[in-house]
């Protein structure tokens, strides 16, 4: 991870604190990571991010996966001549 990745997680976190967690008062710990865990699949499956020219993140990344092929290609391989010495 370098100190650049960090800014991401730290912007995801800063949203979800701001978009969901501030705005309730949970009654349980299991309310709270139940609605935490509906946020997480709402910003990656529906909430549009500006910084991924507005896809979701699972749009983002389906588009990468087409892109790409299903599986990189193997580089070629020789096999490897076997020299026959003569006993002499």
């Given at each position: 991870?370098?100190?650049?990745?960090?800014?991401?997680i730290?912007?995801?976190w800063?949203t979800?604190?701001?978009?969901?967690?501030?705005?309730?008062?949970y009654?349980?710990?299991?309310?709270?990571?139940?609605?935490?865990?509906?946020?997480?699949?709402?910003?990656?499956?529906?909430?549009?991010?500006?910084?991924?020219?507005?896809?979701t993140?699972?749009?983002?990344?389906?588009q990468?996966?087409?892109a790409?092929?299903?599986?990189?290609?193997?580089?070629?391989?020789?096999?490897?001549?076997m020299?026959?010495?003569?006993?002499?």
């Amino acid at each position: 991870m370098t100190v650049h990745s960090n800014v991401f997680i730290e912007r995801f976190w800063w949203t979800l604190k701001h978009e969901e967690v501030y705005l309730r008062a949970y009654d349980s710990l299991w309310e709270a990571r139940s609605y935490i865990s509906n946020y997480i699949d709402f910003y990656n499956s529906d909430r549009p991010h500006s910084s991924l020219e507005h896809k979701t993140p699972v749009e983002a990344y389906t588009q990468t996966l087409s892109a790409a092929p299903a599986t990189p290609p193997l580089p070629n391989q020789t096999q490897p001549q076997m020299q026959v010495m003569n006993p002499c």
